[in-house]
């Protein structure tokens, strides 16, 4: 069921084809159903955000019970036992010492002639952070999205996320959010819960940037509102590529394919070895495994789908193809992993050795388990402390400064038509 | 014709109105024109880009001269006179030096427990830049764009341009650009142009990431086809904000004004003084200005839409009213203005004291000029570096390391149903 490719050129168009899959047919059919839901939203704020949530989630409330109260933020901390307390808090702690580690700062660079050249990084007034509902209620994704937020200084950071049954929201996802300081959460999800914090509502706070992952509406919904905010990134499903060779061990790297094949029955798992045995022996493990697998049917479709081995020459091959498919995480199950890296351009995270299984990153060895999908990885890089930033160029020019550049814009104006620019810099050289 | 508002309400929500004047509804009835267009180049390619060009700009020729020739690169270089390629290459120099600074480096943390964690940056494989023709042949976007790619280390650099008369390319454009380092250019602009780009054609490669500015339709363009690959931002008429006190120059802030209302009839020059006798003057300033100027039916159409001055109590209303509309570019004429800096929260960037008018920054102070607009600036900065670079995540763990945390991950993996998770850890702890 997991196939077997040894042929390079079945190979790339194998990784071509499984690389492509986000932008299939279903994406365009929704986008006029999403821009409808964002209009309404914006139209008549709560009232649609309450109509949407009756219809799509099956749960009716009140404009005043949108947010989550006090004291169900309370009572979430006795739902949740000491010992998973203890992980949320471990986990934030090491996200957090993370994400505080090379923050960009303001500079200033004094230059010839009283010049002052430099940037000022500041953060973004209000975030908004999507967290998604219903059987997958990740509070490893609440800690990812807030730290970074928090670590860049911003003061409001509202949350969003769909309501369960009897409208009540998972209370790891309220534990956790309250470890990482979040406080303000509302029980919205979908495109309507985009659409509110783009726009805002009479209840719901509009924000400056929205990040976290959700299905498909959500996605469609972030990508619209680009541009009068702020997003991470057009997520897609969720992905990894390994690199073995013969010290790997195969039921590891059966159990790290089936652990990314389990999120979604898009994910992709893809294996690039340059050991024939070690494949046929990965191939068997993930069939096994998959028997008892608690997610079969949907695990077993990702697999049947969008898995894949690939036997390579030899691991130069294999750095290649890794290349062309960027993934979102790459694992090196490999004897020499530093060797291969400067072969690596493209790739969100990087596991490297054979005691670095995937589940680490994901969940608390500090960097951002938010990462490019489906081939971004060739132009962006993980959420992080930069996405809630911004930054000011700083510019100060003297008077002498100024007229020693005159005569090279007084040139560029003209050659550019624009007489006014030219202006702005002549009339003030008559007073030098 | 240039508006004086001194009640606080009025000046909010003029200032909202000018803000706001991108999302016009121009921008819905072109989605769809478009969304074909990309379509089409999508299924066409190199046929469709010469169709479009033939339609759009007039100009008819074949795929083969698509990319300007070498002869034309170096015939470029007579049409540009002596003074203008020193500008060109002052200009140059002063942006690349600034864009050296502060790039962000690969580096790795050693934590406890032989864990290693860090970050390694990479360019992008292949950038395209948009440049725009026609009347608006700018030189300085070229050298704008080109040299943070160039810094970064982005190998192919692909310049796209609409052909002029003739199927000419201005050429001091084409000289910028070979001062830049840039000498794959390719006739052709629009949306098809960065369908071209985003997809790839016979003749045009596939870029990573597209950036540069561009009319209504090329913006449209880069929005849809983000995801696919990256883009610098989504670019909307330019804008000033001006805070001037009674030490400011009236007609230095008048010609400021004015430079920013000649680039286009949608471009807002706002002005914010305590001083009412400096608001007078500058509106008589701007008035007489007006009367001779080149571009006088555009620029005066600008400063009466989206022209006004804001007579405040005090400069920390200025920068309050300022935030408030997050300028792309934002002078503070004013007798301290470093005192006012940390009261500036978003601003694409700031142009500090009474000789340093914005064209300095638009052509060679160093800083980008490719600006977050419309209230951009609330959530992002300035085209740099960072555009053409991404970094991967790097996570070490040691079994020992992995011991460690695998107790909180199983808590975790179990809290969020995810077994495959758990087991990728427990499997390699029955090894340690």
Redesign the interface.
Known sequence: MLRIVTQRTEAESEIKRICDRI?DDQMIHKEATVTEIIQTVRRKGDTALLRYTSEFDGQDFTSAELRVSGSELDAAYQQVKG??L???E??HQRIEE?HK??VPKS?V?FGDKD???G??Y?P??AAGIYIPGG??????TVLMNAVPAKVAGVKKIVMVTPPGQERTINP?ILVAAQVAGVEEIYRVGGAQAIAALAYGTETIPKV??ITGPGNIYVTLAK?QV?????IDS?AGPSEVLIIADASA?P??VA??M??Q???DQMAASILLTNDSRLANRVSEEVNR?LEN???RLM?EKAIAHYGLIVVVDNLNTAAELSNQFAPEH?ELEIEE?WQL?DQ?????????????????????????HT??TCG???????LGV?TFL??????????E??KE?S???A???E???????????R??LQ??
Chains 1, 2 share one sequence.
């Open positions: 932008y010992g998973l203890k992980a949320i471990m986990a993370f580690m090379r500079w660079h010049i002052v050249l940037k000022r500041t973004v007034d059987k997958a209620a990740y509070p490893s790891a400056d940037v990508k680009f541009g009068r905010v702020g057009i061990n039921t590891y159990a790290d089936l652990a094949a389990e999120h495994m697998h608690p997610r695990t790459l992993p890296i690596i351009r493209h790739a969100g995270a990087i596991f490297i050795g054979h005691s670095t299984p995937e589940a680490v990153g994901d969940y608390l060895a500090g960097p951002n990462l490019p971004g990885a060739r132009y962006s890089s993980a930069e911004k930054h000011s160029s700083l510019i100060q020019y003297s008077p400064a100024l550049v005569g090279a814009i040139l560029l104006t050659a550019e038509g624009l007489p006014s620019h030219g202006d702005s810099v009339l003030r007073d030098i």
